[in-house]
């Protein structure tokens, strides 16, 4: 199994980001999958994850309203989308599934 996560960067308070993770090694569609962030000097928290099959979704409080997860089992991504972004948000973000995580995609929220 690995995942490898795309698309963090540098955005002003108030931009949008979406973050990519490109998962291989099972059956992608089957399984739910997850965005952890982790802060300088904070725990690694759970922001988002969508079920397999049905794809139902969870968000950490914290960004309901602000982001979005999908997936496309074709591809075999998972996205989160993530708008209206604040200081708060500047994080690693990453993606993980069935155990394996990505080494994680700098999000810095700064002007």
């Given at each position: 199994?690995?995942?490898?996560?795309?698309?963090?960067?540098?955005?002003?308070?108030?931009?949008?980001?979406?973050?990519?993770?490109?998962?291989?090694?099972?059956?992608?569609?089957?399984?739910?999958?997850?965005?952890?962030?982790?802060?300088?000097?904070?725990?690694?928290?759970?922001?988002?994850?969508?079920?397999?099959?049905?794809?139902?979704?969870?968000?950490?409080?914290?960004m309901?309203?602000?982001?979005?997860?999908?997936?496309d089992?074709?591809?075999?991504t998972?996205?989160?989308?993530?708008?209206?972004?604040?200081?708060?948000?500047?994080?690693?973000?990453?993606?993980?599934?069935?155990?394996?995580?990505?080494?994680?995609?700098?999000?810095?929220?700064?002007?």
């Amino acid at each position: 199994v690995q995942v490898v996560e795309s698309g963090g960067g540098l955005v002003q308070p108030g931009g949008s980001l979406r973050l990519s993770c490109a998962a291989t090694g099972f059956t992608f569609s089957n399984f739910p999958m997850s965005w952890y962030r982790q802060a300088p000097g904070k725990e690694r928290e759970l922001v988002a994850s969508i079920s397999g099959l049905y794809g139902n979704t969870y968000y950490v409080d914290s960004m309901k309203g602000r982001v979005t997860i999908s997936r496309d089992d074709v591809k075999n991504t998972v996205y989160l989308q993530m708008n209206s972004l604040k200081p708060d948000d500047t994080a690693v973000y990453y993606c993980t599934a069935r155990g394996a995580w990505g080494q994680g995609t700098q999000v810095t929220v700064s002007s």
